[in-house]
């Protein structure tokens, strides 16, 4: 089976600090995602990634960037964490050949203050 | 640019009834997919069930199945025989087929339908 992993469920940070979340995939899946999970607003995509050092933005990429330098993790990094990015962020990955299946991480849950 | 809507917020439905959750799209493609994600409160998103737009039949599951109106641009989710296991935000999604380029492998999801099973 395939997992995803994601570095914490739940992270409290302070407004300006630099916020990193980690997901890892065990299936060396080539193509990465991060979306954002928001009550009412379903999920949007921030960044992806289809290879090593390679990455795209999504739907909603102000205030984030990613960081692919291996291919089984895929960072998205909050430079100066503001209160409007408490939210969920899920990952997930594919694999070329089998786009249309993606499989997600577990979460996580990011409060700012 | 495609779009998803989910009209429905929440639903509930009695143990072992039926219930239907709707989905309706749009987009100006003529090769897509359409999926439906389930997430169980506080547990991991996963893939139900997924149909190609070129398939006219409709894509079942075992209890899950979907009506596709492609001319509609539909995508119904039933559950037959509803479980307390099935209560979870339930998410329709769309995504291009076969488009060149790394965006093609973009998935847009509705706002979701939180779906509560009754003892």
């Known amino acids: 089976d395939v997992k995803v992993t994601q570095s914490s469920r739940y992270l409290v940070k302070r407004t300006g600090e630099k916020v990193f979340l980690e997901c890892v995939q065990d299936m060396d899946h080539e193509n990465m995602f991060w979306y954002r999970q928001d009550p009412g607003l379903g999920l949007r995509l921030i960044y992806f990634s289809y290879d090593v050092k390679m990455k795209e933005k999504g739907d909603i990429p102000e205030g984030y960037s990613v960081s692919r330098e291996k291919k089984e993790r895929f960072s998205l990094i909050l430079e100066s964490a503001s209160t409007n990015q408490t939210s969920m962020y899920l990952c997930a990955s594919s694999i070329i050949g089998e786009e249309e299946t993606q499989y997600f991480g577990p979460g996580t849950r990011l409060l700012v203050l | 640019a495609q779009t998803v809507t989910q009209s429905q917020p929440e639903m509930s439905v009695q143990e072992a009834e039926t219930v239907t959750l709707s989905c309706t799209y749009d987009?100006?493609?003529?090769?897509?997919?359409l999926f439906w994600y389930k997430q169980p409160p506080s547990r991991q998103m996963i893939l139900v069930i997924r149909?190609?737009?070129?398939?006219?039949q409709n894509a079942t599951e075992n209890r899950f199945s979907v009506n596709f109106q492609k001319a509609a641009k539909s995508f119904s989710l039933k559950i037959s025989d509803s479980q307390l296991g099935d209560t979870a935000m339930y998410f329709c999604a769309f995504m291009k087929h076969g488009a060149s380029g790394a965006g093609s492998y973009q998935l847009t999801f509705g706002k979701g339908t939180k779906l509560s099973v009754i003892p």
């Open positions: 149909q190609e737009a070129y398939k006219q």
């Open positions: 987009t100006s493609e003529n090769n897509y997919y």
